[in-house]
């Protein structure tokens, strides 16, 4: 029997990464966060996988390799927005600390590969030299470093969703993203949602809708159960301006007077349902489902960013939408994964 890859998960969140390498058949053996709900869903969803809930900056890595042994390769997405720079380099101040761990757990551990997730606009943070910086951190640790912004989309989730991507790579070689798969034809909104129900649910009820199209089938998969879909209540008022905002519209459709209720560039935003979603945030809640009134329930944010309905989210309602907001969707993984594999 071929022996699976092992993959240890830094800021792991709910595991969304963790999802997708483990359906390209990957074992994932620990996942590491500082947030309990999302481990706890991370738990629930990764039944033989450990986790340890703690501060990446204050662990030392080698604590984790010594009861870890084996492992093959590094994922995870270390927050870097508060980047501190000086001249051309990243220095050491306490909000590069998180990404330093990163680094640290890659020099210790020495893994075949790494894949670090990241916002987009870390490559042009700084005019380019915090992406330079990352680059030349791992190169000095022996590795080929790959990376490129990729949207989630091409890959078959419901989601113009963007997220720039580090692979890092032994032996000289050098890791190709243009060998993943991207999708013949972009998944709508429509298409990801139309078999969920339009009010709630309680946990564990059955779907009875019919499956309308692929990607349904996909996340339903033998398992024709509903969680997480709880709507929100909004206030009549709200739902009367939702109601005026037709499919794929935004603010701009609503009359002079109520344009500047919300003030956020995004608000009022429709789903288009012959289009992927726009990207789904941690819960701000300005973005409303393509036909009913009301913001899309935990369940469809789920859909949306690729997690299948087996997925069982825990904690508070609003825990569960930064869990989904904050995770990187499993198929992009999945498919990151697949490509990789071969370079093992």
Same mark, same amino acid.
Request: with cysteine.
């Given at each position: 029997?071929?022996?699976?890859?092992?993959?240890?998960?830094?800021?792991?969140?709910?595991? $969304?990464?963790?999802?997708?390498?483990?359906?390209?058949?990957?074992?994932?053996?620990?996942?590491?966060?500082?947030?309990?709900?999302?481990?706890?869903?991370?738990?629930?969803?990764?039944?033989?996988?450990?986790?340890?809930?703690?501060?990446? +900056?204050?662990?030392?890595?080698?604590?984790?390799?010594?009861?870890?042994?084996?492992?093959?390769?590094?994922? $995870?997405?270390?927050?870097?927005?508060?980047?501190?720079?000086?001249?051309?380099?990243?220095?050491d101040d306490e909000r590069n600390k998180l990404y330093k761990s990163f680094v640290n757990?890659?020099?210790?551990?020495?893994?075949?590969?790494?894949?670090?997730?990241?916002?987009?606009?870390?490559?042009?943070?700084?005019?380019?030299?915090?992406?330079?910086?990352?680059?030349?951190?791992?190169?000095?640790?022996?590795?080929?470093?790959?990376?490129?912004?990729?949207?989630?989309?091409?890959?078959?989730?419901?989601?113009?969703?963007?997220?720039?991507?580090?692979?890092?790579?032994?032996?000289?070689?050098?890791?190709?993203?243009?060998?993943?798969?991207?999708?013949?034809?972009?998944?709508?909104?429509?298409e990801a949602l139309s078999d969920l129900p339009k009010d709630s649910v309680n946990d564990?009820?059955?779907?009875? +809708?019919?499956?309308?199209?692929n990607y349904q089938k996909l996340m339903r998969k033998s398992f024709n159960l509903i969680?997480?879909?709880?709507?929100?209540?909004?206030?009549?008022?709200?739902?009367?301006?939702?109601?005026?905002?037709?499919? $794929?519209?935004? =603010?701009?459709?609503?009359?002079?007077?109520?344009?500047?209720?919300?003030?956020?560039?995004?608000?009022?935003?429709?789903?288009?349902?012959?289009?992927?979603?726009?990207?789904?945030?941690?819960?701000?809640?300005?973005?409303?489902? =393509?036909?009913?009134?009301?913001?899309?329930?935990?369940?469809?944010?789920?859909?949306?960013?690729?997690?299948?309905?087996?997925?069982?989210?825990?904690?508070?309602?609003?825990?569960?939408?930064?869990?989904?907001?904050?995770?990187?969707?499993?198929?992009?993984?999945?498919?990151?994964?697949?490509?990789?594999?071969?370079?093992?």
């Amino acid at each position: 029997m071929i022996r699976k890859y092992k993959v240890l998960d830094l800021f792991s969140g709910c595991g $969304g990464m963790s999802l997708g390498f483990e359906q390209a058949n990957f074992e994932i053996v620990l996942g590491i966060d500082n947030w309990n709900d999302a481990l706890m869903t991370f738990q629930k969803n990764h039944k033989n996988t450990s986790i340890l809930c703690a501060d990446l +900056s204050k662990i030392k890595p080698s604590v984790i390799s010594e009861k870890y042994k084996n492992i093959d390769i590094i994922i $995870g997405g270390p927050p870097c927005q508060g980047f501190s720079i000086a001249g051309k380099r990243i220095i050491d101040d306490e909000r590069n600390k998180l990404y330093k761990s990163f680094v640290n757990f890659v020099k210790e551990i020495k893994p075949k590969a790494f894949v670090m997730e990241n916002v987009p606009n870390i490559i042009s943070m700084g005019s380019g030299i915090i992406k330079n910086n990352i680059i030349k951190d791992f190169e000095e640790l022996g590795y080929k470093v790959e990376v490129k912004v990729l949207n989630s989309s091409l890959y078959g989730v419901p989601q113009n969703r963007k997220r720039a991507l580090f692979v890092g790579l032994k032996n000289n070689q050098i890791f190709d993203f243009a060998k993943m798969q991207t999708a013949t034809t972009l998944i709508s909104s429509k298409e990801a949602l139309s078999d969920l129900p339009k009010d709630s649910v309680n946990d564990g009820s059955e779907n009875k +809708s019919l499956i309308l199209s692929n990607y349904q089938k996909l996340m339903r998969k033998s398992f024709n159960l509903i969680f997480n879909h709880t709507i929100t209540n909004h206030k009549e008022k709200t739902i009367n301006i939702i109601s005026m905002v037709p499919d $794929g519209g935004n =603010y701009k459709n609503l009359p002079k007077l109520l344009q500047n209720t919300r003030k956020v560039n995004i608000a009022w935003t429709r789903l288009n349902s012959n289009k992927p979603s726009f990207t789904i945030d941690t819960g701000h809640r300005h973005h409303f489902h =393509y036909l009913y009134n009301r913001v899309p329930t935990v369940r469809e944010s789920a859909r949306i960013q690729s997690f299948p309905d087996n997925f069982i989210f825990l904690g508070s309602k609003t825990s569960q939408y930064k869990q989904v907001g904050n995770a990187v969707p499993p198929l992009l993984a999945k498919e990151l994964a697949i490509i990789l594999k071969e370079y093992l």
